[in-house]
């Protein structure tokens, strides 16, 4: 046996701990501590992981037992019962509290019961009336049961009868009121009409000068002059009369000029919608009309809608009355008044003068007003203008034709130069502009001019 007196062992050598070979023995009364700690009585040693610690065990309670609702002072005994009334554990009724009364058995009701007293009589019953029969309006006795109380007294049907009924209009024209002052159809009432040619000579192609008796009028090539008459030769008719008659043909007539060699010349009159012919004899014929009502006249520019055959519009922008045309296979509005021209529906000249110092311009022609402006460099010489406003109105869909003549500008040392160039351009219906341009921006120049012409196309 050998003995190790030492208060600290340690290995020197790794650190590591020291190994006990043969076994510990701690010598009765001696503690065994642990971390300067000694254990208690009954206190185990358990391992943290990095070292060693007292542990106590857990306290175990007694063995558990059933719950006894009967015992007291015991594990068995129940605390905080509840005080449970007698019936809870009797189920008998008698064991209830503030028990109801209940009434004595009960019988069924007799409507016939009139002892009130009596557990089978019905109280309050309502009074039934006595058998309904149905209601008849024409009941005039009012003790029956079929008679109807405050029946209404109701609308005979008759527009006579009707209360706050309105005034309704006679239908009579007379009774109109606002109404228009209607177009009388006489040539004579209307406004704004052209000045028609009355004679022969008012024609501006037409020059009667010379006329004498057996005189003719001939075309020369730009108008009609007088001329000897040269019948006899040259395939000439030389029929010098006539006589004149009204031919039947089928539901139509001819109109026949017979010549004093024997020859016929006849016109063909045809009856149109909703004419007539009667009445034919060698002096003349009757026209009638066989439609429902007459023809409706109306003034406006715009061409009134859904016209029927031989209506007329006064068409007032341009001063033309139209006739309302239908024919076997197309309707449409034709001129009727006055005859329609193949010329220039306008035509003037536009002038120029003093270019170099103080230019100037001047429109004459009827229908158009002009005003003159210049464009750029008004005391040089480049570019000027006139704008033209005219009386009728090209709009979108009118067709039309402007020709604008330019003539030879004057100039004032070398005589005449170049022509004028002349643009036209449509500002709107009634608006154009002429531009006018020297192309030859030559020196000198005084006086210009260009004419023109606006056509109906």
């Not at 031989?310 to 449409?332: A, F, I, M, N, P």
């Not at 005391?379 to 009728?392: E, K, L, N, P």
């Amino acid at each position: 046996m050998s003995k190790l007196l030492t208060n600290q062992i340690s290995n020197y050598n790794d650190n590591g701990p020291v190994e006990v070979k043969d076994g510990v023995n701690i010598p009765t009364g001696k503690p065994l501590q642990v971390a300067g700690t000694n254990g208690t009585s009954g206190q185990y040693l358990t391992s943290t992981g990095s070292s060693i610690a007292w542990s106590t065990f857990p306290n175990i309670p007694a063995a558990q037992v059933q719950s006894d609702w009967n015992a007291s002072g015991t594990l068995a005994a129940i605390l905080n019962k509840p005080t449970l009334a007698t019936v809870a554990t009797s189920g008998s009724y008698n064991d209830l509290t503030n028990k109801p009364t209940i009434p004595a058995a009960q019988i069924q009701s007799d409507w016939s019961q009139s002892n009130s007293v009596a557990l089978d009589f019905i109280k309050n019953k309502p009074t039934i009336p006595a058998v309904q029969v149905q209601s008849n309006w024409n009941e005039n006795d009012s003790n029956l049961l079929s008679f109807i109380q405050n029946k209404p007294t109701l609308f005979s049907g008759a527009y006579a009868d009707l209360t706050g009924k309105p005034t309704l209009f006679s239908g009579s024209w007379n009774d109109l009121t606002n109404k228009p002052t209607l177009f009388s159809g006489a040539y004579a009432d209307l406004t704004g009409k052209p000045t028609l040619v009355t004679a022969l000579n008012d024609l501006s192609d037409v020059d009667t000068s010379g006329l004498s008796n057996n005189k003719i009028l001939k075309y020369n090539g730009s108008s009609w002059v007088i001329a000897d008459d040269a019948s006899g030769g040259g395939g000439a008719d030389g029929n010098t009369t006539y006589s004149q008659a009204v031919v039947s043909d089928s539901s139509n007539v001819k109109l026949r000029l017979t010549g004093s060699d024997s020859t016929d010349d006849d016109i063909l009159i045809t009856a149109g919608t909703n004419i007539s012919i009667s009445n034919v004899s060698t002096e003349g014929f009757t026209l009638s009309s066989t439609a429902s009502s007459g023809a409706s006249v109306t003034t406006s520019d715009s061409a009134p809608g859904s016209p029927n055959d031989g209506d007329l519009w006064w068409k007032s922008d341009e001063g033309r009355l139209k006739v309302y045309y239908q024919d076997t296979d197309s309707s449409q509005w034709v001129d009727a008044s006055p005859p329609a021209s193949s010329g220039p529906r306008y035509k003037g000249t536009a002038a120029f003068t003093n270019f170099g110092t103080n230019p100037q311009g001047t429109w004459t022609g009827a229908g158009i007003t002009a005003t003159y402006g210049a464009i750029s460099n008004p005391s040089g010489y480049g570019s000027f203008q006139f704008t033209f406003t005219m009386a009728h109105n090209y709009g979108d869909t009118d067709s039309y034709l402007i020709l604008a003549q330019g003539h030879f500008n004057n100039d004032s040392t070398a005589g005449r130069g170049t022509p004028l160039v002349v643009n036209m351009e449509k500002v709107n219906g009634t608006t154009f502009i002429g531009t006018v341009s020297d192309p030859d921006s030559g020196s000198n120049i005084d006086d210009a001019k260009f004419d023109l012409f606006v056509f109906d196309a």
